[in-house]
């Protein structure tokens, strides 16, 4: 029995399901970084909140347009306790 010769096409550039698996993991890469950064986002704003409830901070409006945070600290550092107050304008004592 002879072989048949059949023709095959000869693929020249990449191949249609490699391009729509590479597409989909980049997507997919991008969509987990942006995801990422949203929870990020998200946890900073909500530690705020939390933070402005427990009056750990506080929030006052001097004029229409500008708002000034104060921010009380309370620490331990090399076993001394340390009591802070940091404003926009830096570290007061």
Known sequence: ??????????LKGPSVVKEILMGFT????????????????????????DMLEKGEISVVAEEESTLTVKVDLQYVWRG?????TITENGLDN
């Open 80 to 84: 001394e306790f340390v009591k802070r």
């Open 1 to 10: 029995m002879a072989a048949h010769k059949v023709a095959h096409a000869t």
């Open 26 to 49: 980049i997507a997919l890469a991008a969509g987990s970084l942006w995801k990422m950064h949203h929870w990020n986002e998200q946890r900073k704003v909500r530690a705020f909140y």
